[in-house]
């Protein structure tokens, strides 16, 4: 295209005939499971040049894992956020993490 030209959506097409609305659905049905009932692991990533421990996927309440999430920072004396169903905790907390998890009667994928 050159410089000034408009660009014509309308050739060819006709937008009044057959086009509806299209609905965005949630294809994410996210069922509220019990602590024993969660399988975790384990995610290690970089970003950014720093290590970041992953640990999920929860399937609790927004509250309820925002709550757990506060507990293990304040235990583990680091950052996080809970991000998608993962909670994200700055540097390689995994050996510290998982005995505080399991103690919450979380279970762990072998």
């Known amino acids: 295209m050159s410089r000034g030209k408009k660009l014509d959506l309308s050739i060819g097409a006709s937008f009044d005939d057959d086009w509806a609305l299209v609905e965005e659905r949630s294809n994410q049905t996210q069922k509220l499971l019990q602590p ?13 040049g720093k290590v970041v421990t992953l640990v999920g996927e929860f ?10 999430l506060k507990r293990l920072k304040t235990s583990l004396a680091c950052g996080g956020s809970f991000k998608e169903g993962w909670m994200e905790f700055q540097g390689e907390v995994q050996e510290r ?10 279970r762990f994928k072998h």
């Open 36 to 48: 024993q009932e969660h399988k975790l692991v384990f995610k290690r990533e970089k970003r950014r």
């Open 59 to 68: 399937f609790l309440e927004k509250k309820e894992a925002q709550k757990l």
């Open 97 to 106: 993490l998982k005995p505080l998890l399991l103690d919450a009667n979380y």
